[in-house]
């Protein structure tokens, strides 16, 4: 499965909330998980 995962907030680059921290999470989580 492929994902593209789009958001205005990516830690350490612009974070101002919740938001930047799971933009950066995430997609790290769902490497792991072997998703593309």
Known sequence: ???????????PLVKTGGLGDVAYSLPVALQRADVD
């Open 1 to 11: 499965m492929k994902l593209l995962f789009v958001t205005s907030e990516a830690y």
